[in-house]
């Protein structure tokens, strides 16, 4: 797997300006990495998968300095955004998923693309 950090205004200037709705491509328990994306009005689509830093069973999920990046970046109220594999995912520290962490996980994409967090909705498959 390659990870490299993504900068947040390499991103979709939409993002920033449309209401926007994260949707879970599956169940957020289902690993250390939910395939999701955000979608705005016109059909705009970019994909956003939520990654958990920290999980390293059967082996580390993410490199040492982007799981460094991912916890400093929420330590300071924000999130890191990766490139995993070609896709675009927030770095979380943790190893899964819950409801909670998901909308957390969002509202920080969100302040990083200098976003109103109300104008992000997250939709969550059970």
Same mark, same amino acid.
Request: proline share 6%; hydrophobic share 45%; net charge negative.
């Given at each position: 797997?390659?990870?490299?950090?993504?900068?947040?205004?390499?991103?979709?200037?939409?993002?920033? =300006?449309?209401?926007?709705?994260?949707?879970?491509?599956?169940?957020?328990?289902?690993g250390?990495?939910?395939?999701?994306?955000?979608?705005?009005?016109?059909?705009?689509?970019?994909?956003?998968? =939520?990654?958990?830093?920290d999980?390293?069973?059967?082996?580390?999920?993410?490199?040492?300095?982007?799981?460094?990046?991912?916890?400093? $970046?929420?330590?300071?109220?924000?999130?890191? =955004? =990766?490139?995993?594999?070609?896709?675009?995912?927030?770095?979380?520290?943790?190893?899964?998923?819950? $409801?909670?962490?998901?909308?957390?996980?969002?509202?920080?994409? $969100?302040?990083?693309?200098?976003?109103?967090?109300?104008?992000?909705?997250?939709?969550?498959?059970?």
């Open positions: 797997m390659s990870i490299s950090v993504v900068d947040p205004f390499d991103l979709p200037e939409w993002l920033a =300006l449309d209401s926007v709705t994260w949707r879970a491509a599956e169940p957020l328990n289902s250390f990495c939910v395939e999701g994306g955000l979608s705005g009005a016109d059909e705009k689509h970019q994909r956003l998968d =939520l990654l958990a830093v999980a390293a069973y059967p082996r580390p999920v993410c490199p040492d300095d982007q799981r460094r990046a991912a916890h400093q $970046a929420w330590q300071f109220g924000e999130v890191a =955004l =990766l490139d995993v594999d070609g896709r675009v995912a927030a770095g979380v520290p943790g190893i899964g998923f819950d $409801a909670n962490i998901a909308c957390e996980t969002l509202r920080r994409v $969100a302040k990083s693309v200098g976003a109103e967090s109300s104008n992000f909705t997250v939709s969550i498959t059970l």
